[in-house]
């Protein structure tokens, strides 16, 4: 599993692509969600294990009364649920396609059906992280736990990364805006310092701008991780696909971190250039060169000199320009014929 690697820190960042319920209930959707992941370069796939009998009621409301054909919220949990075997045949897709299977759990339940399944860690989002007898089920299974940071205060997540330290579960915390889609000012990106700096952990960002730019801003910053909505198009039917990106853009963030990986590896030592820039510098250098045929005793100045290329190892440079302004030369030079220190006078 490539979240092992993760926490062994032989693999530097972890992407997700969040399903959520962008497959809006069709297994065959849900497959092919997969097969489109995989050829992002993306970690991860997740998706959200909903039993409505095990977490909702037939009361519960809408917070967005968005769907054609459900008449409540439980009957669009009923439309969403997969049984345990087309969850497995989706783990087992997943890991053809060499992407870890995530799966948020709602219920004890659900998160009982995906234990026996085989998923390699859990993630709780910015709603679940208070459900402690459901995230004291997944930490006692000894597996990485995932916090989204959403909706806690400073001292709410004091609390869960203790809970979850206590234990000695691998941890990753997510900073998290819990607004669909969320605006660039809403998103406090440099908390990312904050908690790499405060509870010594893994971290990265749980994002729902529908762009990519969050994640990468947070990768620059030292995010290990990062998790995206993601769907095939934002013409597609369900709540979350505001908030999504597309798979062009996700396989972005794919390429974008691994270009920000590389430059922060790179030595910030300026007191010397390596060999490949001492090249350039010679090829973009310049000399001083005569502007004009030149005769002994001419004086130079600026209708005798010109600073062009190429760069002359023998010539003058152009920092000492100043230096022989106002001598005379000393021989005769051709116009387009680099100066050298021999040729001018003292």
Not at 22 to 47: C, E, M, Y
Not at 168 to 181: D, F, I, K, V
Not at 206 to 232: C, N, Q
Not at 238 to 244: E, F, H, N, R, Y
Request: aromatic share 8%; hydrophobic share 40%.
């Amino acid at each position: 599993m490539k979240i092992t690697n993760f926490f062994s820190n032989r693999q530097n960042t972890y992407i997700i692509a969040e399903i959520s319920q962008n497959h809006d209930g069709s297994l065959g959707q849900a497959h092919a969600f997969i097969d489109a992941v995989a050829k992002t370069g993306a970690d991860a796939i997740k998706f959200q294990t909903h039993i409505a009998a095990e977490e909702s009621t037939p009361g519960e409301p809408f917070r967005v009364n968005f769907s054609y054909c459900d008449k409540t919220r439980y009957d669009y949990w009923k439309r969403m649920e997969f049984s345990e075997e087309q969850w497995r045949g989706l783990f087992e897709h997943a890991a053809e396609k060499g992407l870890d299977f995530l799966s948020s759990p709602f219920s004890v339940a659900a998160l009982e059906m995906l234990e026996r399944i085989g998923v390699p860690a859990w993630k709780f989002g910015a709603g679940e992280v208070f459900n402690e007898v459901l995230l004291k089920k997944a930490i006692k299974t000894g597996k990485p736990i995932i916090l989204s940071t959403g909706l806690s205060t400073m001292e709410d997540i004091d609390h869960q990364v203790e809970i979850v330290k206590r234990a000695g579960n691998p941890l990753l915390l997510m900073q998290c805006t819990t607004a669909y889609p969320s605006q660039a000012e809403e998103i406090p990106i440099k908390l990312i310092e904050v908690y790499r700096e405060r509870y010594g952990c893994p971290v990265g960002i749980s994002d729902h701008s529908a762009t990519i730019y969050p994640s990468l801003a947070a990768f620059s910053l030292g995010a290990r991780a990062a998790e995206v909505h993601v769907t095939m198009s934002r013409e597609m039917f369900g709540p979350d696909v505001k908030a999504s990106v597309t798979m062009e853009e996700l396989r972005g963030i794919v390429e974008g971190a691994e270009f920000i990986e590389k430059m922060l590896a790179v030595s910030e030592n300026k007191d010397k250039l390596s060999d490949s820039q001492k090249e350039l510098r010679a090829i973009f250098s310049k000399s001083i060169y005569a502007k004009k045929d030149l005769r002994a005793g001419d004086v130079l100045d600026e209708n005798a000199l010109a600073i062009k290329k190429p760069f002359a190892e023998c010539g003058i440079a152009v920092s000492d320009y100043d230096r022989i302004v106002g001598r005379c030369i000393m021989a005769n030079i051709a116009a387009d014929e680099v100066i050298k220190w021999e040729d001018v006078g003292k």
